[in-house]
């Protein structure tokens, strides 16, 4: 079985433009989160979808917003870019919403913002 | 708020067994992950514990005690890929509906 998959893998912005990240869980997965990991720090959640609806939201701007597909894949968008933004996106899937299950991370989506 | 902290660094040889603590603080408690992270890579899941008690999954063992608001990720029989960054994680439920709150993360490196 392919595990989460996410592209692209490196993207490079100007501040001001907007960015759409995309994310594939593993075949069975509904749920699907995605962090920011910025460089020495741990994973920040900002969102978890599970059937197509948002069930948790972290402490991020409404800059970034996400949604899930009926396929359950997963898009995470943030406009109006900050150098700030500058991180590791990553996106997990489980089969539950709960966290008690393992998240299966993918490898991320390195954006760089200048 | 929510915090969890962890120490920055450890440092062990191999073979040895290493500790690493986590404590946290959270509005609501519903368990206690631990991920490892290699350089340039995915986290892992490695454990939970969602009661007090001690799980134990190959030569990693983790610890919970939630009177004390404290677990501990335990590595037994350090190998050289075992040098990566490990990160405790809280579920946490707000009117935000629930959220994975990370540590800072505790950097292992193994030394032969």
């Known amino acids: 079985d392919a595990g989460v998959t996410q592209s692209p893998t490196h993207l490079i912005k100007t501040r001001g433009q907007q960015v759409t990240l995309r994310c594939s869980p593993i075949s069975g997965h509904k749920s699907v989160s995605w962090y920011q990991q910025v460089l020495g720090q741990g994973p920040q959640f900002i969102f978890q979808?599970?059937?197509?609806?948002?069930?948790g939201r972290g402490n991020f701007p409404d800059r970034f917003s996400a949604r899930q597909f009926p396929n359950y894949s997963s898009e995470l968008n943030v406009n109006a870019l900050l150098l700030g933004d500058s991180a590791l996106y990553l996106c997990a899937s489980s089969l539950r919403t709960d966290f008690t299950y393992e998240q299966y991370f993918g490898p991320g989506t390195r954006l760089t913002v200048t | 708020g929510q915090s969890l902290e962890q120490p920055s660094e450890v440092t062990a040889v191999e073979g040895a067994i290493v500790q690493i603590n986590c404590t946290y603080q959270t509005s609501g408690f519903y368990g206690l992950s631990w991920y490892q992270q290699h350089d340039g890579g995915a986290p892992t899941f490695l454990s939970y514990n969602g009661l007090d008690g001690l799980e134990e999954t190959g030569r990693f063992s983790s610890f919970l005690s939630r009177s004390d608001s404290y677990g501990y990720l335990l590595l037994q029989e350090l190998q050289m890929k075992d040098s990566a960054s490990y990160f405790c994680a809280v579920r946490d439920l707000s009117n935000q509906g629930g959220k994975l709150i990370f540590g800072q993360g505790t950097e292992l490196s193994v030394k032969p």
């Open positions: 979808y599970y059937e197509k609806e948002e069930r």
